[in-house]
């Protein structure tokens, strides 16, 4: 038998509902106006800008017609997300490929291919293998597969690109179970191109596979008292290279103990670098870091990629 004690049940009394209805009509006023003011700041502080990039560039890029481009000016937070993203994806990549070539150009590229073609991996072949120790070494090999390429490729490279060639593109290979071929695991291209109706730079990260776009991100940059966006990448070679004396340009990026590396510079649409004080250099000319001193703060998504992952 249940004692009448054991059955009382506690409950709200009419004056605590009410106190309580009206507490959560105060915080549900409140979360509205808050979510009002981000609505409100998030239009204001963000633009959408129509870009003309050309007929030609659209197409190369994104396989589109027309020559128009929406796209967030910077800075934006949220277009940032998707830098790190393909930041993330690009170290991913690294991670399974078996060397690395970084190449800086000014035209578009349309060096795509899954494979190349590696002659000295044929049976019984008798070509000597080509020493693909540098970038430059790839872009003869390149040359000599793909004749467009050196149109494209046309700048000899070392270590840091020339100016007149601020774009680049990223070649990640990979082995392969056919020794007369060379895999090509993604090609990732980064490339800033003038505005015909804008002042300013339309920044473009993209990743293809076997010739297809598989990723990208893009933001727009406005002109502003800053310096450029280059170089976008800086090799570091072997300081088992110093055995040969080549000049101070040279021999100062000779300085990896191990695994020669890149470091390589994506937009980040979080910054607009234009609009970043230039900084006047203070590194000696002797240091490699008097080539890339003024790239401070210009970009939040720095990548140090090894020449030869696996090794």
Known sequence: MISSSQQHVQAWTFVEMLVAISLSAIFMGAASLVLGSITVNSRRLTSVVEVDIGESNKLNFYGQTGSMVHVYSAPNFGKAAFAQEMRDLMLDDASRSSSIFCLPRQLNNTIRPEFLRYVAGDVDATTPRPRLDSPEAFRSFLGGLEPLSTSIYDSVIRNVPAASRPNTSIYMLAPDSDPSYIRILAVYEIDLTPGTNVSGDYASVRRYKNGALTNYY???????????????????????????????????????????????????????????????????????????????????FLVALPMFPNL
């Open 218 to 300: 893009d933001v727009f940059y406005e002109n502003g008292s800053g310096d450029a966006f280059r170089p976008g990448f800086v090799t570091f070679e072997s300081s088992a290279r110093n055995a040969v004396t080549e000049g101070q340009a040279i021999d100062r990026f000779k300085v990896s103990d191990g695994n020669p590396f890149y470091l390589v510079w994506l937009p980040d649409p979080a910054i607009n670098p234009y609009k970043v004080t230039a900084g006047a250099p203070t590194d000696p000319t002797s240091s490699p870091r008097r080539a890339y001193e003024h790239m401070a703060g210009k970009s939040s």
